[in-house]
Every structure is written in C-alpha cells, then in structure tokens.
C-alpha cells in the first residue's frame, strides 16, 4: 500500500490569487500521477494525467507538474476563482495498475 | 455525467445485514475500482477487476467480496456490516488495464449508513 501525501490538507485564498498544493508519493513502481478535482456533492473528475519525469500539463488557469525522481508534483491554480472551489486529489497509479489517493487538499476561493 | 451509474444512492441498514452496491461501468471500460470513503479519509482502494477478473486487491475486509460480471457490470457485496462501514462508496471505470495511463471514470457514489 502506497502513501500518497497532501499539502495543504486545506487552503482559503481571496479571488485572483494564485496558489499551489503539493502531492508526495513514494516512486517505487511508479506508472502514472492523476489529479482530479471533486466539488461537493457530486464525483471526482479527472484534471491531468502525467507519467514522464519533468511532465507539464496545463488546462486553462491550472496547470501541473511532475517529478518522479523526486516523487512529488504540484498543482497550480492563477488567478482562483470562485468556482475553483473544491477538493483537489492526486492519485499514484503503479505498475500493478492500482490507484493510491492522497486524502486531498480542500480549497475555498473567497470572492 | 462521467457515464459510470452506481445505485442505489443511498441505502440505510441496520448492523449485521448484508448489502450489494451495483456499478455499471462507461461504455467500453474494461476495468472497475471499487472504492470507500469513510468520514475524514481519503479514498480508500478496496478492489480491481478486469474484464471480469480480479487485478489488484487493496485494504478489503474479508466480509466484502466484489465480482465483475459478462456485461462488465460489476457488484460490491458487504455483508456482516458494522457501524463503521458507513461510508461513501466509489466505483470508478477506466479504459486501459495496463499499458496505457488511462484516467478513472467515477460514478456519483452510494452511500450506505449502518445504524
């Protein structure tokens, strides 16, 4: 079983901030790092996925990088907005196809 | 609408009955997870299966068992259920079983109450 570590556990930051969390994950049999983005009352959704060393995703205003040298990625958001609000989870997918989940970093964006 | 349907929703029931959480995976995914959430925790990996048969076991207690069925549709069965197994739990499809980084698919999750 992998731990899978987040930081911060949670996180405010006034509209138009930027602000990053961190994702740690051992790199032993590594295969593939997934942040997905889960609002209340509704299901995870996947945000990036990275497997290469050094891999940069961006989508709009977010964007992640990834290091498994090092195991670790961040995942930046410029310029929050209210509707950025949620629980961000990264997730290690290993070589034997299993998904370990971090226990995610809550983010609330006050307008 | 991730296209994974979980049912039922929500379920109340009482310590030592037995439960089934159904999942139907998106159209084409080969591969389901099963997964809790209890309160305060991550999402806790229960069990894998591919094309129906079990991939990767996680931290799944004895009184559950899971299968994958012909269809692709899979069941959790939780039986002997104590006040801690309420949680939410998660079934999530992927296309890829090994060679390809596919992203998981989740349904909207059932949440089981055990009073």
């Given amino acids: 079983i992998l731990n899978v570590e987040q930081s911060p556990q949670s996180l405010h930051v006034q509209e138009g901030d930027s602000t990053n969390f961190t994702c740690s994950f051992p790199s032993s049999n590594f295969y593939a790092l997934h942040w997905y983005r889960w609002e209340t009352a509704k299901s995870p959704e996947a945000l990036f996925v990275m497997t290469l060393n050094g891999d940069e995703k961006k989508k709009g205003r977010i964007s992640a990088t990834l290091n498994t040298k090092e195991g670790y990625s961040y995942l930046y958001i410029k310029g929050s907005q209210p509707e950025d609000s949620a629980t961000y989870l990264c997730a290690q997918r290993n070589t034997g196809n299993q998904f370990y989940f971090g226990t995610g970093t809550s983010l609330t964006v006050i307008p | ?115």
């Fill in chain 2, 1 to 115: 609408d991730s296209g994974v349907t979980q049912t039922p929703k929500h379920l109340i029931t009482a310590t030592g009955q037995r439960v089934t959480l159904r999942c139907s995976p998106r159209s084409g995914d080969l591969s389901v997870y099963w997964y809790q959430q209890s309160l305060d925790q991550g999402l806790q990996f229960l069990i894998q299966y591919y094309n129906g048969e079990e991939r990767a076991k996680g931290n799944i207690l004895e009184r559950f068992s899971a299968q994958q069925f012909p269809d692709l549709h899979s069941e959790l069965n939780l039986s002997s259920l104590e006040l801690g197994d309420s949680a939410l739990y998660f079934c999530a499809s992927s296309t890829s079983d090994r060679g390809r980084a596919g992203e998981l698919f989740f349904g909207e999750g059932s949440r089981l109450t055990v009073l």
